[in-house]
């Protein structure tokens, strides 16, 4: 069950916009985060997404169930009529459209050139570049030519691809034939990103920044994903060398405002941390904050009030080192159950992980709709006449 932590006092309330869409994208805790945080919560989202089954969720706004231009058109005129303090993403396809214009109408104080940088992988690549960030040796490539004269001098890459997220549009080549087998199945891409593979443990640190000031930060490294690069299911808590200044570059290069989070990787022959991809969204992962000990809540409380955030910090990378595994529910343990059942051992009373404390128990009405979700999910993947409903 769900630790107890302070609630901020109602006053004066904030409001804030959650942007979902009708996928589950492991953060159907954000309305308890935003909740304890003090503010008035708005969602924004189809019928079928779980969050709507949450009572931290003050007021519903249904959006359309598909078609991330038409939720965004949507989102764009909501604005113009309402007013929030803060606006929160969980959609990463929604939030890339969004990003497509100079000045998106939830993030108007995002600088055009970013906005641009954010709306693609084949446009954050040069930029993170001009901006001095540690990211891994690459070229924006716009043929297959040019992808294989990239893997024919640099050996083992990664192919990213624009307008796919959670590891689809990611493909390892390590030769030339191999590009040629991938390239179909890009559907004929203006461009892509070819980046050099780099060996080490994969990882995500979540952000609480105010207009490009650390709130808040932690880290973690996947130990559990379902696919190679995918969304991970189980993370352990880090604090690896360099990450605090990473963390002070990117805010401060992005001038972000709000919930959001970059992917890195630590390179195992140079003991760098290096940056992978940055999300103008809320990531998965902000459920752990108080495991790191940050208070994501009273960070985000901070950022509503509008006085200068205090950095909260996780704690040393000794501390963190005893810290408990996390475990995603329902992914990991609908995993453990249908994959792999030796990671069962993770959810029982006495395990070094935190997995029972991660579930909704006292919202009955959230863990049924999480639950459901999951359970059509499990069906579409294991019987195949199911995958076209």
Known sequence: MLDKEYTAPRTTQARVLLLADAHLHLVWSLPRIIHRAGAHLVLMAPANQCFRHSRFVDEWVDSPPAGCDAVAAQLTQHLAEHHYDLVVHASPSVVEVLCRSARPASMEWLLPEVARALAAKTAFHPWALSHSLPVPPGRVCHSLAEAGDWVAEHGLSVIKCDALHGGDGVWQVASVEEVRAVWPKLNQPAAVVLQKFIRG??????????????????ASVAERSVT?????????????PGMADIVQQISTATAFHGLCGFDWILDEATGRVVVLEFHPRATSGFCWGRSA???VSAALRDLLSGQP??????????????APLCCYFPAHFWWALTEQRSDLKYWLPCSHAVSWRNVPIDEPRLLGGVLAFALRNLCRRHLPWLRSR
Do not use: Y
């Open 201 to 218: 443990p994969v990882g995500c640190t979540e952000l609480i920044l105010q207009h490009g000031r650390v709130a808040g930060w932690f």
């Open 309 to 322: 955030a205090g950095l909260r910090a996780p704690k040393a990378a000794q501390q963190l080192a005893r």
């Open 293 to 295: 000990g940050v208070d």
């Open 228 to 240: 190679p690069f995918g969304a991970s299911i189980m993370r352990r808590l880090v604090n690896p």
